[in-house]
């Protein structure tokens, strides 16, 4: 069936048909495969890679091409990338092809300094004829369907995410993923969901809403005050794959979140070896305990531990564990 006649996808990006609205939210330190891949399994419906700069792709950096590690099962794939240059996006978008990307983003969003400040990530909001220079060199030269991640402007003084999205809209882009705050804002503030109401008005190619989705009933909330056409979930996520279900974390047995644990920490062992997978893993645990009563020599151990068997054991102890809660510390609530 041509893709653009499906009649169950939920939005098309160019040709790529995507079913559901829910997306995990590129993270630099948390989208990575092994998470995306179960992120994805409970209902996300795009893996992006985390931010990949296109200078490290072009110098062949083994640490940036990692980055571009997926699952065929992950797929629509989305790779995205970071520059202030526009041969160099080019290049580097060019170079990657082999990899077989689905779909190609730009990051117009980083508020980093040593990103942003260069004129690359949310650097690039302030020059919206730049935006539609890039977007257009790609869309042209690229056989994938290329998209932008844009903030609302580079402080409250510069809103003018309209006009960075029509200039994606209006030269070649194929979706507008737009995280609603400035700049300035980085990660506080409330997200400003009229802003990407107002985006999705004003262009005709898809639009994926985020900022201040914590729960999975904002999902829909989102939705029905944007009308936007899918969802993008950052730090809500986090120790919470739940979420891609519709579900929240206190709808989630313990059982289900220590298996969960289990799944993902030996997933992380074996993507990037024990002890890199043990350590790289604790900012994750650490959310998960959140949702969890756990011993407190319990958490420090599992926190600590570079051994896989080490930590199963400590895992099977709480499942063993659960139903005594007099020898149980309660644990922290979820924020
Ligand atoms: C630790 C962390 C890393 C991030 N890395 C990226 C990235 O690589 N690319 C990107 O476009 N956005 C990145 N973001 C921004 C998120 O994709 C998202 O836009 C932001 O967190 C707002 O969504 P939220 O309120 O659901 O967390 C990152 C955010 C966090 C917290």
């Known amino acids: 069936m041509s893709p653009a006649v499906d009649p169950i996808a939920s939005f098309l990006i160019g040709t790529v048909p995507v079913y559901g609205d829910a997306i995990l939210a590129p ?9 995306r891949s179960l992120c994805r399994e409970f209902g996300s419906s795009l893996s992006y890679t985390p931010f990949v700069n296109a200078m490290e792709i072009l110098a062949r950096q083994p640490r940036a091409l990692r980055l571009l590690d997926f699952l065929p099962a992950e797929r629509p794939v989305v ?28 990051n117009m969003g980083c508020s980093v300094r040593s990103v942003a400040g260069r004129g690359a990530g949310a650097g690039l909001l302030r020059d919206p ?20 991640k844009i903030r609302l402007g580079w402080d409250d003084r510069s809103h003018n995410y309209l006009e960075v999205a029509r200039a994606v809209a ?22 400003d969901w009229d802003a990407i109401a107002a985006v999705k008005a004003a262009v005709s190619i898809p639009v994926i809403g985020n900022g201040d989705v914590q729960r999975a009933e904002d999902i829909q909330r989102m939705r029905q005050h944007t009308s936007c056409d899918g969802v993008m979930i950052g730090r809500g996520a986090i120790g919470n ?14 059982a289900e979140i220590v298996a969960t644990i289990r799944r993902h920490a030996q997933a992380m062992v074996s993507y990037y070896g024990e002890r890199d997978g043990l350590v790289l893993f604790r900012k994750h645990l650490v959310r998960y305990l959140q949702s969890l009563t756990v011993a407190e020599e319990t958490r420090a151990a599992m926190l600590s531990t570079t051994s896989l068997a080490a930590f199963e054991e400590h895992l099977s102890r709480q499942e063993r564990l659960q139903g005594s809660p007099s020898r149980l510390t309660r644990g922290r609530p979820p924020r």
């Open 129 to 148: 004829r730049k935006v539609a220079r890039i977007i257009s060199s790609l869309s042209r030269a690229l056989p994938v369907p290329v998209t932008a």
């Open 79 to 106: 790779f995205q990338l970071f520059d202030s240059d526009e041969e160099r996006l080019l290049k580097a978008a060019q170079s990657v092809l082999d990899l077989q990307p689905d779909i190609l983003d730009i």
């Open 241 to 254: 794959p739940w979420i891609f279900q519709q579900r929240e974390r206190h709808q989630v047995p313990s």
């Open 27 to 35: 993270m630099d330190g948390f989208s990575d495969l092994p998470y």
């Open 170 to 191: 209006d030269h070649g882009g194929s979706l507008i993923a737009v995280h609603a705050r400035t700049r300035q804002q980085r990660y506080s503030g409330r997200a």
